[in-house]
C-alpha cells in the first residue's frame, strides 16, 4: 500500500469525533459489556469516550502497528490479551483495509467488534461502526492536527 490510494482528506475534529462517539454508544447501550479491549493507538481516546459513556472501568489493549503515518508496513502485534473477547467490546478508531481488524478478530474472535469511522474493504470486518468513509479518503484525526495561524487571503494572493 502507498499514499496514492489517498485522494481525499475527512478531517474530524476534537468535537465531531466526539459526538461520533457517542452516537455510536447510544447503538451499545442495550448491551452489557465485561470490558473494553482498545486497539492502540488509536482506539483508545474512542474507548475512553465510550467507557465514560457506558460506565466500563475495565479496560485492555492490544497493541498493534500497521501504518507509519499514511504507508502501511508489516503488521506487530506487541501485546495480546489472554482470553477470546467473549463479552467484551473491542474498539478502534477505524478499520481501513482490514488488515488490523483482520488479525485481532483472530485474536479475539468472540468480541463485539466497533469502529467510529469504516471504509468499505474493512467494513465486513466489524460488527458494528458509525460512519462510512470512502476507501480513497484519509481520514484525519484531531490528535494528528494542530491550530496553525493563516495569512490573509489578499497575502496569500496579491503578495
Ligand atoms: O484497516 P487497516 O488498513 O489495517 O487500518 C486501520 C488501522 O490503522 C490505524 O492504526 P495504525 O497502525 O496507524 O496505528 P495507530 O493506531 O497507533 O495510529 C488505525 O488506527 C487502525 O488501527
Ligand atoms: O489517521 C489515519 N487515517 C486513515 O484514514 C487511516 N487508514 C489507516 N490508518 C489510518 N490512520
Ligand atoms: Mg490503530
Known amino acids: 500500500m502507498s499514499t496514492h490510494r489517498y485522494h481525499q482528506h475527512f478531517t474530524v475534529s476534537?468535537?465531531?469525533?466526539?459526538?461520533?462517539?457517542?452516537?455510536?454508544?447510544?447503538?451499545?447501550i442495550e448491551r452489557d459489556f465485561k470490558g473494553?479491549?482498545?486497539?492502540?493507538?488509536?482506539?483508545?481516546?474512542?474507548a475512553a469516550l465510550i467507557?465514560?459513556?457506558l460506565n466500563v472501568r475495565l479496560i485492555d489493549t492490544v497493541c498493534i502497528k500497521s501504518y507509519d503515518h499514511m504507508g502501511q508496513g508489516g503488521l506487530e502485534v506487541m501485546k495480546g490479551v489472554d482470553h477470546d473477547g467473549d463479552g467484551w467490546l473491542l474498539v478502534d478508531?477505524?478499520?481501513?483495509?482490514?488488515k488490523t481488524a483482520r488479525k485481532v478478530r483472530e485474536m479475539l474472535p468472540r468480541a463485539h467488534f466497533v469502529t467510529v469511522y469504516a471504509k468499505p474493504e474493512g467494513r465486513?470486518?466489524?460488527?458494528?461502526?458509525?460512519?462510512?468513509?470512502?476507501?480513497d479518503c484519509?481520514?484525519?484525526f484531531p490528535w494528528d492536527m494542530?491550530?496553525?495561524?493563516?495569512?490573509p487571503l489578499v497575502d496569500q494572493v496579491k503578495r
Open 14 to 28: 476534537w468535537d465531531q469525533l466526539h459526538r461520533d462517539v457517542r452516537e455510536l454508544c447510544h447503538r451499545l
Open 36 to 46: 473494553i479491549v482498545a486497539i492502540t493507538r488509536g482506539g483508545l481516546i474512542p
Open 51 to 53: 467507557a465514560r459513556e
Open 93 to 98: 478508531d477505524l478499520v481501513d483495509t482490514g
Open 124 to 135: 465486513p470486518l466489524v460488527d458494528q461502526y458509525l460512519t462510512e468513509v470512502a476507501q
Open 138 to 140: 484519509w481520514i484525519q
Open 146 to 151: 494542530g491550530i496553525a495561524y493563516v495569512e
